[in-house]
């Protein structure tokens, strides 16, 4: 069973630092991806701020699983290069992260993904891109 069919089948369980992190899957489908996450005290920086690397950590596993939707059997992946914009900070409510597939080619992937609040409206939090080398079972 690969990664996919085990979120399809045991959700968040199937991703320990998702019920670490208390991450919900929204959706998963055609090359885009979108979680949610309260943010609680315990993720905070010294200053009480949501630790940025969080926001970096959460744009990560929605464009890997936007990837996972587009692999073919026997195809996985790995986390080549990344880089992070902080546009805001939050200190509580829900993110969201979207993670979408910009192109899937047969050795590499290359992702966008953006992380928001939505307390009243819309407002972006980190901006995120990334390349994925897709592996292939031996």
Known sequence: MNYLDKIKKDGSMANPFFCLMGIEIESAEAGKAVLKMQVRPDMHNGVGWLQGGMLAALADEAMALAIYTQLSDGEGIATISESTSFIRGVRDGVVYAEGRVIRKGRRVAFCEG?????????????????AFAVTREK
Do not use: F, I
Request: no cysteine; charged share 25%.
């Open 114 to 130: 953006e992380v928001w609040t939505q307390n009243g409206e819309k407002a972006l939090l980190s901006r995120t891109t990334a």
